[in-house]
């Protein structure tokens, strides 16, 4: 799990499609929050999803990790925390859905760390990192704006 400023997001680390994502991400700077929905950015192995939701004031029992794609998420508007721990040692509350991209995972003993989010920060979990968006933060459930970028895992250089 890798969380900094958009402003560094490592966009040398992606091995294609960084200009693509680049201009995605300007035009929203240019153009304000999208609409609800999903955006093509590179077919299928870049896209983005923007949602509108009120953050849940009790996490949920499991955290889910993906296989398939990285997540890079970040806030158009609001705050939420996000709890994170590795997959390791984790184990399956519900089966991989192949076509959700999702695996729920029971949560572990010795807890998670918990990530505040907010606008102009983004937050990259790989398939390894287990985690729980949309949590309330300590304040209190609120409305917030979430850009979720997807991206092929197999195409960031890690390491």
Known sequence: MVCDLWTRWPRARLRAGAEELEQFLADIRAHGEPSDGRYPIRGDDIYAQVARY?????????LEAHRTYADIQCLLSGRECIE????????????????QDVVR???PSDGCSTLLLRPGLFALFM???AHQPQVA????????????VKIKAHLLAVG
């Open 105 to 107: 995972l029971s949560r």
């Open 54 to 62: 009120v953050t849940c004031a009790a996490p949920s029992s499991t």
């Open 137 to 148: 933060v300590p304040a209190g459930p609120a409305p917030v704006t979430k850009l979720v």
């Open 127 to 129: 398939p390894w990192d």
């Open 84 to 99: 994170w721990h590795t997959c390791d040692g984790l184990g399956i509350a519900t089966q991989y859905d192949e076509a």
